[in-house]
């Protein structure tokens, strides 16, 4: 494992740049606090509150763990309390709108490699789909489809379906067009119908870049999930609990949710790969 | 089988080509591929078609496979046009790359034309195996084309062009981006493969000793445009050795070949 000493070298140079950071930023109000108590005071104590501060500018990866493992082992996983349930919360808009997302993506793909009009229609508005701040999307959205009466999943998974579909439609175009002219020729000479040489080798050809954007796209869709989450004033899902955390001051609340967000992003990006990995696992030479 | 006979009982050809011209429209100017061929192909031949680069051999074969379409002439395979003649998968092809489909196992690839006839499970098997056996490469079915050797993995697009036993075998230059020594070996298989099987062969190639040594006739081009210069007869006995590329007859027929060329100014800078 030669990889694993400089990953811990600058996991390590991390942390003592947090904890650094945490006494610079945390020392003003320490200051002043330990001033206003009124007895005295050592450099020991200083750090000490620095680094366990209740309301800290910057909270410690301490403070955070044990945020987590209350909020993880003292509340059962249905309660609002623990994070699990806003994880789960936002994961299931997240993969509905993944989902959505893909299909959406798959079909706009499949139109504009099979007529080229399509591309010319659409493609500059796809991209332009992507140029909007989804800041300013979400809150539109959410409005609309409430007022339709879509409330709950639906709305944030469109959100996210927005975001995702992109990167699928770019690298599904560009895979099912990667082919090599001379396996459309041996197609031709086999006389195979525009369904055959879809299937048995434009999507064949096409799964390696789709897979790439996939990865892409589960992680943007989870952002979207979270950003949809903000403008709402959604009571459940991780952007509700970041919304609460900066509403109360509750920096650690807001750090912990980010590294279960990020701990989540990461568990669907390697679902993604292991779907991979079982498909198209043996068709290249190991690199 | 078809039969090589027409309706008359007479030989005819199984490629008959007339006056066939094909002309590509390039942004600047028109360029003459190919300028007034005539040539039959009879059913059993092994027919090369050598010249350099430019000659337009390639764009013959692609022509006769209905790949590009000629511009004047006419060109008949037993009767057909060639679109009639490709969409009754009259012809296997073998590209100057192997073409495997990466994320399919050999004996996937050879099974690819077969699925897209529609033949059942059971007949796609039983004639994978046997095209596999005749390229020599039982046992080697259930890996991936990076697995294999360039030579090997040519091969297996010979044993897929023949899967759906077509009766015409057009090939482009299959052994040119192979070394010599492969080259030999692979020369040989097919020599014996043609012999077995009694395929009608038309064969792309840049060498003069490859085209003797495989040939029943060989057709000498000369580029810009592409005319056929020679037809030359290579009566050699069909059962081939590479030790007969020693014997005067092979230097003779060689020879033949090399003096066409240079007519054509093939050497000329």
Known sequence: MTRTLPVLTVTL??????????????????????????????????????????????????????????SLFDYSPTNPRNILFHAYVTASSTLVGFIVGLVVGAVLAVGIVHMRTLESSLMPWVIMSQTVPILAIAPMLIVILGNMGFTGVVPKAMIS?????????????KGLRSIDPLQLDLMRTYSATQ??????????????????????????????????ELPTGAVAGLGARLLTGSYYGQMVQIWSTLVVAAVLSLALVWAVGAVQRATVAQSKAPS | MES?????GQISSIVDIQNLSLTFQAADKPVVALDNISLQIKA???????????????????????????????????????????????????????????????????????????????????????????????????????????????????????????????????????????????????????????????????SISEAVFLSTRIVVMSPRPGRILDIIDCDLPRERGLEIRETAQFAEIAARVRHGLKEGHSYDD
């Open chain 1, 13 to 70: 140079v991390l942390f003592v740049l947090w904890y650094a950071g945490a006494i610079v930023l945390n020392g003003p109000q320490v200051t002043s606090m330990l001033e206003r108590s009124g007895s005295a005071w050592t450099t020991a104590d200083f750090i000490r509150e620095c680094w366990n501060m209740g309301r800290a500018v910057l909270p410690t990866p301490h403070q955070i763990v044990i945020d987590l493992f209350h």
């Open chain 1, 161 to 173: 379906a927005y975001l995702s579909f992109f990167p699928i439609t770019i690298g599904l175009v």
């Open chain 1, 195 to 228: 369904s055959q040489v879809f299937w048995k080798l434009r999507l064949p050809a096409s799964l390696p870049f789709l897979f790439t954007s996939l990865k892409v796209a589960v992680a943007i869709s989870l952002v979207g999930a979270i950003v949809a």
């Open chain 2, 4 to 8: 090589p006979s027409n309706a008359h």
């Open chain 2, 44 to 206: 059993g031949d092994f027919v090369s078609l050598i010249g350099p680069s430019g000659c337009g051999k390639t764009t013959l074969l692609r022509a006769i496979a209905d790949l590009e379409r000629p511009t004047g002439g006419s060109l008949k395979i037993n009767g057909k046009t060639p679109e009639e003649a490709r969409l009754s998968r009259a012809y296997g092809y073998v590209f100057q790359a192997p073409a495997l489909y990466p994320w399919r196992t050999v004996e996937r690839n050879v099974m690819l034309p077969l699925e897209i006839i529609g033949l059942d499970k059971a007949e796609r098997a039983r004639r994978t195996a046997e095209q596999l056996d005749l390229v020599g490469l039982k046992g080697f079915e259930k890996k991936f084309p990076w697995q294999l050797s360039g030579g090997m993995q040519q091969r297996v697009s010979i044993a897929r062009a023949l899967s759906f036993a077509p009766e015409l075998l057009l090939m482009d230059e299959p052994f040119g981006a192979l070394d010599e020594i492969t080259r030999d070996h692979l020369n040989l298989q097919l020599a014996e493969l043609w012999r077995r099987t009694g395929k009608t062969c038309v064969f792309v190639t840049h």
